[in-house]
């Protein structure tokens, strides 16, 4: 987290990228340590070291910073990949997507945003829109595949989609099974074959 002791330049109307990076980080660390408990802006203004207007002038709600840290990471930590390979786009995607919701604070962050999106129909809607930025990107990957000839043009991507995410979903939130690079490797291959 932030050490709010620093100074920081004014934040006025337009963003300061060291006060945005500093509550987006705030964000997510908090939403990691909440432990299913809802996070305020308050909370995240005085983690940050700013004042909670700065949140409200940025942000419409506590739900778009919360979705903009979970995006800005996951664009950070899982880039889409563009190797020339589909083979290798996917496992790279897939590895990188696996791996990083292992760790904190995504890890942590996103089961507690589950939690608090099943209670708050809006954050429902959030993460609804977080999702549609990680499935363009597998999406994205798939699209390039079919069009170098690596995927028959017959392949439905949408389905390929969900089923990647899909897996996901349900070994990250149930964890039957692990969500290792081996598995990301065998999901990946099993999509194109």
Do not use: C
């Not at 337009?14 to 980080?25: F, G, P, V």
């Not at 790279?92 to 696996?98: D, K, Q, S």
């Not at 089961?111 to 999406?139: I, Q, S, W």
Request: charged fraction near 30%; charge should be neutral; aromatic fraction near 6%.
């Amino acid at each position: 987290m932030h050490d709010s002791k620093e100074p920081r330049p004014h934040t006025g109307r337009r963003r300061n990228e060291a006060a945005r990076r500093a509550i987006l980080d705030a964000a997510l660390d908090l939403l990691a340590d909440a432990d299913g408990a809802p996070v305020s802006v308050e909370t995240i203004a005085r983690a940050a070291g700013v004042g909670k207007q700065t949140l409200y002038r940025w942000w419409p709600s506590k739900g778009a910073v919360l979705l903009e840290a979970l995006t800005d990471r996951a664009a950070q930590e899982v880039p889409t990949p563009d190797t020339g390979s589909l083979r290798e786009d996917l496992r790279a995607l897939a590895t990188a997507t696996f791996e990083t919701s292992q760790r904190p604070p995504s890890a942590p962050a996103l089961r507690t945003l589950v939690r608090e999106a099943a209670r708050d129909p809006h954050l429902a809607e959030l993460m609804g829109e977080f999702t549609k930025t990680r499935r363009a990107a597998v999406r994205a990957v798939l699209v390039r595949g079919r069009e170098r000839g690596e995927l028959p043009a017959g392949r439905d991507v949408e389905l390929l989609v969900d089923q990647f995410y899909g897996f996901f979903w349900y070994r990250f939130l149930l964890g039957h099974g692990p969500l290792d690079r081996d598995t990301a490797v065998r999901l990946a291959d099993s999509l194109i074959e």
